[in-house]
């Protein structure tokens, strides 16, 4: 189960600040990645990131927000957290994050299995 | 990146109807292909993945199949659960993941 907080009004030039807690699952789980994704009318579903544990940490984001945005993985707290910086209007959407399994101790293969439940962002003064 | 296309955007269907949503890839993605559900103000929710396999708990009148650059999602008998908007989405070239830009399911 994925639980996501953060807040839903961002101001533009701000950093938009989210976290999504894991249970049931680890954040260093060898066979799952932690990705981010949102979604608005004019873009439709959007991946934006991710980051997994494979002895070491990795990180890939999309092109298009790639030099605003950090995923980070706490595993004190067993979550990940997306921050966008810079935000403007276009950043306005429902966020999600989402665990991806590539097999392992997953039951599925290269799908999302378990999403969170949304945080709808609005950018906006 | 890849591009997904799918049609139609939106039908509109009785409950027993067979329903059949197609989804196309701008290239071959192999069985790369998942299927999601995605009620309003809902998160999606996942169907079928790797093209024809049943997610757990998902009824089995949701049906994939496919291979390569084409793939179809059948609902075999609609039921008014099933009124919702589907989005398929390619795992072959990742990342990206991408989306088509769902298919809109309405009563008739």
């Known amino acids: 189960q994925l639980q996501q907080s953060g807040p839903g009004l961002v101001k533009p030039s701000q950093t938009l600040s989210l976290t999504c807690a894991i249970s049931?699952?680890?954040?260093?789980?060898?066979?799952?990645?932690w990705d981010w994704i949102r979604q608005s009318p004019s873009r439709g579903l959007e991946w934006l990131g991710r980051?997994?544990?494979?002895?070491?940490?990795?990180?890939d984001y999309a092109v298009s927000v790639k030099s605003r945005i950090t995923i980070n993985p706490d595993t004190s707290k067993n979550q990940f957290s997306l921050q966008l910086r810079s935000v403007t209007p276009e950043d306005t959407a429902v966020y999600y994050c989402?665990?991806?399994?590539?097999?392992?101790?997953?039951?599925?293969?290269?799908?999302?299995?378990?999403w969170g439940q949304g945080t709808t962002v609005t950018v906006s003064s | 990146d890849i591009q997904m296309t799918q049609s139609p955007s939106s039908l509109s269907a009785s409950v027993g109807d067979r329903v059949t949503i197609t989804c196309r890839a701008s290239q071959s993605i192999n069985t790369y292909l998942n299927w999601y559900q995605q009620k309003p103000g809902k998160a999606p929710k996942l169907l079928i993945y790797a093209a024809s396999s049943l997610q757990s708990g998902v009824p089995s009148r949701f049906i994939g199949s496919g291979s390569g650059t084409g793939f179809t999602l059948t609902i075999s008998s609609l039921q008014p659960e099933d009124f919702a908007t589907y989005y398929c989405?390619?795992?072959?070239?990742?990342?990206?993941?991408?989306f088509g830009q769902g298919t809109k399911v309405e009563v008739k």
């Open positions: 989405q390619q795992t072959y070239s990742a990342p990206p993941q991408t």
């Open positions: 989402a665990r991806y399994c590539s097999g392992g101790s997953c039951f599925v293969d290269y799908a999302m299995d378990v």
């Open positions: 049931g699952d680890s954040v260093s789980s060898n066979s799952a990645s």
């Open positions: 980051t997994y544990y494979r002895s070491k940490w990795y990180y």
